[in-house]
């Protein structure tokens, strides 16, 4: 069945340390990849995004993403978290037989930042 | 430029009643689709509009409606109100490019309606 996994529910991470943040999709063929944020009460902010090309994508707010196609993969990176990343992160897949601009998300991954 | 706009932002509902909400999409998007936020089922798409039409639907019930407007405003609508229906309803819009299938959708602050 078609899928987007995030395994983690819920992450806590100190400040200043690393973050990755995993996401993992069930598809035929490679979709269209995305990874956004959600700060309570807000809406969704597009991080970056992956159509094709280099799989290794860089965002906003300092984040990055690598494709990795043999582990069906888009995991969300940042060197060093800030307490201001806390939210909810979403990865999303836009699946290329799903029609027009349909996006299948991930649960989701709460980040929980320590100072 | 303005990002997506809905309205109204808070809204509260009993059973049975219908809701219309509201979706500004960004200048010069034409496309707006439609999801649902639950904390027991995430987030879910409803439906994909453009040019007045809609070209893309999700798995609800037929009391989830939608339309489009010739200015790509949009709304949505849904009648007989349930106790589920309570959730974040977030719009987003996108460029509607000719001949492209997916594109980068930019989403609203969502609207959140409480049925009682």
């Known amino acids: 069945a078609q899928s987007v996994t995030q395994p983690d529910i819920h992450i806590t991470v100190s400040e200043g340390a690393s973050l990755e943040l995993r996401c993992n999709y069930s598809?035929?063929?490679?979709?269209?990849l995305f990874w956004y944020v959600q700060s309570p009460g807000q809406g969704l902010q597009l991080l970056l995004k992956?159509?094709?090309?280099?799989?290794l994508v860089q965002g906003i707010k300092g984040f990055e993403a690598e494709f990795k196609r043999s582990q069906s993969s888009f995991n969300l990176r940042k060197p060093s978290v800030h307490w201001s990343d806390a939210a909810e992160y979403f990865c999303?897949?836009?699946?290329?037989?799903?029609?027009?601009?349909?996006?299948?998300f991930g649960a989701g991954t709460r980040l929980a930042v320590h100072p | 430029k303005a990002g997506v706009t809905q309205t109204p932002r808070y809204l509260i509902k009993t059973r049975g009643q219908q809701v219309t909400l509201s979706c500004s999409p960004i200048?010069?998007?034409?496309?707006v689709s439609w999801y649902q936020q639950t904390p027991g089922q995430g987030l879910q798409f409803l439906f994909e509009?453009?040019?007045?039409?809609?070209?893309n639907k999700g798995n609800f019930p037929g009391r989830f409606s939608g339309r489009q407007f010739s200015n790509s405003r949009s709304e949505m609508n849904v009648s007989t109100l349930e106790l589920g229906d309570s959730a974040l309803y977030l719009c987003?819009?996108?460029?509607?490019?000719?001949?492209?299938?997916?594109?980068?959708?930019?989403f609203g602050p969502g609207t959140r309606l409480l049925v009682l």
């Open positions: 200048s010069g998007h034409r496309s």
């Open positions: 509009y453009f040019s007045e039409t809609q070209r």
């Open positions: 999303a897949v836009g699946p290329i037989s799903g029609g027009y601009n349909k996006l299948i």
């Open positions: 987003a819009s996108g460029l509607a490019t000719s001949g492209v299938i997916q594109e980068t959708q930019y």
């Open positions: 992956y159509f094709s090309g280099d799989t």
């Open positions: 598809y035929g063929a490679t979709p269209y």
